[in-house]
């Protein structure tokens, strides 16, 4: 049984030996054959000599160096499609995916599960406020989208190779793995755990960006909702409107003055420019990931592929 695991690096020099010095016992405990592919962002760090110095000592550590920053989702999934294993986990460097759960996760595939999802109950170390976005996030994704997406569960997964090959073969531009795995489908099981703080320094990745483009990513990519919302509310503002000119015709024909001057016509105006434009944006999403997909470049380029015998298939 071969185990692959992915881990996405951007500037991660202080948390790599660390990382492996954890992970390694338990990979030994629980297979002898394994391959650990660290997908890397150029950085401006000695990330790159750091793997390359414990790759010297072990070749079952692999890297996948981009030809420049393709980010994290891209990453991601350039390590699934270099990956053999006969299951893929796909996990952090900085500890806040806990090595010690590949047991229990392991254990899950063994029993025949398929993907194996660790589910936070709590996050160490995250603001408030970023709880209570991802919290909400995660409502909106499950109420609207065409799949379901498990709350509280990040890219940190076990899946296996049957999965980890329907979704290379997705193909798709946005990356978000999550929402993928959720397409694909096969029995998935769930491990609660307590996501810990970071072990050393601050994310490299932004944050509320990140954040923002994953929410995004969930709401457009998987759910054609956003639209018939904006059909809804042109009928709303159209039955609004309807009704105004109503009253103003009765008002007009009882021989009433009308009180409602600039005011109410500048509030009016900006409602319906508010509107507008919330549809057109709502359009230019779509039509966004539209342009992406048909575009086709290349999800990621790899500048460097240390440790694989063959490239991955096409």
């Known amino acids: 049984m071969l185990l692959s695991l992915v881990v996405p690096v951007y500037q991660e020099e202080k948390n790599i030996p660390e990382f492996l010095r954890r992970l390694r016992p338990i990979l030994e405990d629980l297979t002898a054959d394994y391959e650990i592919i660290f997908s890397l962002d150029p950085s401006r760090d000695r990330t790159e000599d750091v793997i390359l110095e414990h790759r010297a000592a072990d070749e079952r550590i692999k890297l996948l160096k981009f030809s420049r920053r393709f980010g994290q989702p891209m990453a991601t999934l350039a390590g699934l499609q270099y990956s053999s294993g006969d299951a893929v986990v796909v996990m952090d460097v900085d500890l806040q995916d806990p090595p010690e759960l590949l047991r229990e996760m392991l254990a899950k595939w063994r029993e025949g599960y398929d993907v194996v999802l660790p589910q936070r109950r709590a996050r160490t170390g995250e603001p408030w406020i970023k709880r209570a ?10 109420k609207i989208a065409d799949v379901r997406i498990p709350p509280n569960t990040g890219d940190f997964r076990l899946m296996a190779r049957r999965v980890v090959t329907e979704v290379v073969r997705l193909k798709e531009s946005h990356g978000f793995l999550r929402g993928m795995v959720a397409v694909v489908g096969f029995k998935q099981a769930i491990i609660p755990f307590d996501r810990p703080a970071r072990f050393a320094g601050a994310t490299n990745y932004n944050r509320w960006v990140g954040s923002l483009r994953i929410g995004f990513n969930g709401i457009f990519c998987f759910s054609t909702y956003a639209l018939s919302l904006s059909t809804w509310l ?16 009765f008002y007009k024909l009882m021989g009433w003055s009308i009180l409602w001057g600039n005011p109410t016509l500048v509030i009016l105006v900006s409602f319906l420019g508010g509107i507008q434009l919330i549809s057109v944006g709502i359009l230019g999403e779509y039509i966004g990931r539209i342009y992406e997909e048909v575009r086709a470049r290349p999800k990621y380029i790899v500048d460097r592929a240390e440790g694989f015998r063959r490239p991955p298939p096409a």
Request: glycine fraction near 12%; avoid cysteine.
């Open 133 to 142: 976005v991802a919290a909400t996030g995660y409502k909106v994704i499950n």
């Open 234 to 249: 042109g009928f709303v503002v159209s039955g609004f409107s309807f009704l105004l000119m109503a009253i103003y015709l």
